[in-house]
Structures are given as C-alpha cells and as structure tokens.
C-alpha cells in the first residue's frame, strides 16, 4: 500500500515506519515525502528481513548526472543493528565490486537503525526464471557456472585483508560442526529421535575421514550459498546477492550448492553435462587440467556434508523459528545425499552408519527415488 507521511504506523517485523522512510527518502535521494510505497518481502532462512521501496509518478532522483533515476531500492534490517560499519556484507560487497562482479549497489546504512539501502535488482531470481522459462534451462545454468568461475578465478587470486572471506575457512571443525549442527536439530528436535552419545560417535567417526578429504582440497573463494535462490536475474544479467557468510573452501562447494539445488531439481544428466562445462571452464582459466577423479570424489563428498548442513538449517528453521516453510525441501535434499552415498560409498560404512541413525534418509519412496 502507500504510506502516508504522516502515518506513523509500523510495518510487520520492521524497525521504522511510514515516518522514518518519508524522512530518509527525502534526506538521502531527494524524493517527495507523498507517494512512498513500502512492501515487505519474503527472506530467506535468517534473521535478517527485507523490503522494496518504491515511488509512484514520479521520475526519480538523479544521483548525478551519468546515473539513471532511482525508481526503487531495497531495504535490508539486519537482526539488531551493529555499531560498525564495516559489517561482513559490506565489506565483501565491496570487495566483490571491485572486482566488477555483478552485486547490488549500497546507496545508504543507517548505522544505527541497522538498515541498509540497496539497489532492487528486480523480482526474478534465477529459480522463477527457470520455472517461468523451462526451455531455457541449459542456457540459464551455464550462464550461472560461467559466472561461479568468473567469480572463483577473480576472488580467490585478488586476496585482500579486508575482506572476511579470507579469514574463514571451510576447514574439519567447521565441517564436522555443521554435521553436528544436523544431528542435533534434525534427528534429535526435528525428528523427536535423540541419539544417544554411541550412536553419535559411531556418527562422528565415519563422518570425520569425509571432512578431512575434503579439507586438503585447495582453498577458493566460495560464495557459500550459490543456488537458485541467491542469484537475481536483472535486464538479461545475473547478480550475486546474500555473500555475506562467503568464506574459503573447495571449488567444488558453490557448484554443489548449484547442481544439487534442494529448491529445483536438475535432471542428472544435465548435472553430468554442467560438471564437465565447469570443469573445462575451469582449465581454461587456470592454464591447466583438472584430475577429474579426484574432482568427482570431491563433489560427491561435498554434496553429502552440505545437503546434510542444509537439512539442518531447514529442521532448525521449524523447530526453533517457528518457521515451517523449508519443511517440503528436506526430503529432495536428502535424495541428494542418498545418490551420492549410493553412488560413491555403496555398502561402506560411512553409508551403513548414516542410514541407520538418520531418519528419513533410507525412506527412498518418500524421497522420490
């Protein structure tokens, strides 16, 4: 709806009303105090919320001269706000954007509201885009790995201290934390299926040799959360957005976080022919060839340890944030962990072990297997 002036009433979840926008508007872009619309939008599994500003009639405000007007923007409340203004968004952003990769612009934070004023990089996200245009899904996922490899290549050669990406890594306590992560509020909230302390450490001792093969892998720049969900489509361009958790790790990460998508399902083969698009991507950039053994095993280790993370952020979502919505994905993301254990660890113990405890996990017809 539009929002009065002199409204004073306050948005579902939002730290600032009708009155803060019309003054920030008119302040920081010159726009009329009339005429403000504000809608909040959906947000993803955090505590961060998010809201499109727009004007109507009006032309919008030249921020100078070579810039076109500015019809709408986004605004993003952080979870409380945080008195620094190098916060980890806005460091990578600008990080990223020096880069020349394609992230939103920051117009404005107001430090102590906790706010920040965003480019609106549109509606469609590369998943709506597949939906809407099925036809064009190879297309639209090989512009996305072309993108990942732009961004691999430039990011991880272009090391810079002041960007926290580099002072994080997807190393084995990180990797076995997020396993126990899932344990805990998958199988034994989620589930109402609490293990006791054997069974997790039978867990624990076959999940840990998959965390250290994964951790000797060379370190690059990982987006972290590279699907369908985190990537606009604007004006024929994607654009990377929710990279503040970007951190070091395996090439392989973001391209699993891509192919093994617990919001759109990639047909294997298509899986098969984009592994091997990165792959010669990836040679191209670097000068040279890629073990593609070790590179599969990888993607398959990887695939299981990040699916089996997400299950538990999406158990964790229901169960202490009352939020159901990521409830329907569980069961596509453990097909994925399922094919790849099937594919990659039949009849070892690690896929023994993990079937037994994880609940769910052996259930293939519910898993659409």
Request: charged share 30%.
């Amino acid at each position: 709806m539009t929002i009065p002036a002199t409204s004073d009433n306050n948005f579902p979840k939002a730290r600032f009303g009708p009155s803060y926008l019309s003054v920030t508007m008119k302040k920081i872009f010159k726009w009329p105090v009339f005429g403000i619309h504000c809608e909040r939008l959906q947000g993803d599994a955090s505590e961060r919320s998010y809201f499109r500003v727009s004007q109507k009639n009006t032309e919008g405000v030249n921020r100078n001269k070579a810039q076109k007007s500015i019809q709408s923007l986004i605004v993003m409340q952080l979870e409380k706000p945080i008195l620094n203004m190098e916060i980890d968004f806005i460091q990578i952003l600008k990080f990223l954007r020096r880069l020349d990769l394609p992230v939103p612009e920051l117009f404005y934070y107001d430090i102590p509201q906790g706010l920040l004023f965003l480019e609106d990089c549109g509606t469609m996200t590369l998943e709506s885009q597949l939906y809407s245009f099925p036809q064009d899904k190879t297309l639209l996922y090989r512009q996305a790995v072309e993108l990942l490899v732009r961004m691999q290549s430039k990011a991880t050669h272009s090391v810079d201290s002041t960007c926290p990406a580099y002072h994080r890594k997807f190393d084995v306590d990180k990797l076995m934390w997020e396993f126990n992560f899932m344990l805990d509020h998958y199988v034994d909230n989620f589930c109402d299926s609490p293990l006791d302390s054997m069974a997790k450490k039978e867990l624990r001792e076959v999940f840990a040799p998959l965390c250290e093969s994964i951790a000797k892998e060379k370190l690059y720049f990982t987006h972290r959360d590279y699907h369908s969900r985190n990537l606009m489509f604007d004006r024929g361009r994607l654009v990377l957005i929710d990279f503040q958790d970007a951190r070091m790790g395996p090439c392989q990460y973001d391209l699993v976080s891509l192919l093994k998508d617990s919001y759109v399902k990639i047909d294997d083969a298509l899986v098969l022919e984009l592994i091997d698009f990165y792959v010669r991507l990836k040679e191209k950039e670097e000068g040279q060839k890629v073990d593609r053994e070790r590179f599969n095993l990888i993607f398959d280790e990887m695939s299981i340890q990040r699916n089996l993370k997400a299950v538990g952020t999406f158990a964790y979502q229901s169960v202490k944030k009352n939020n159901n919505r990521y409830e329907d994905f569980i069961a596509p993301t453990l097909s994925y962990v399922w094919k790849s254990l099937n594919r990659r660890f039949k009849g070892a113990s690690l896929q023994k072990v993990l079937l037994k405890h994880i609940p769910g996990l052996d259930r293939k017809e519910e898993l659409g297997l």
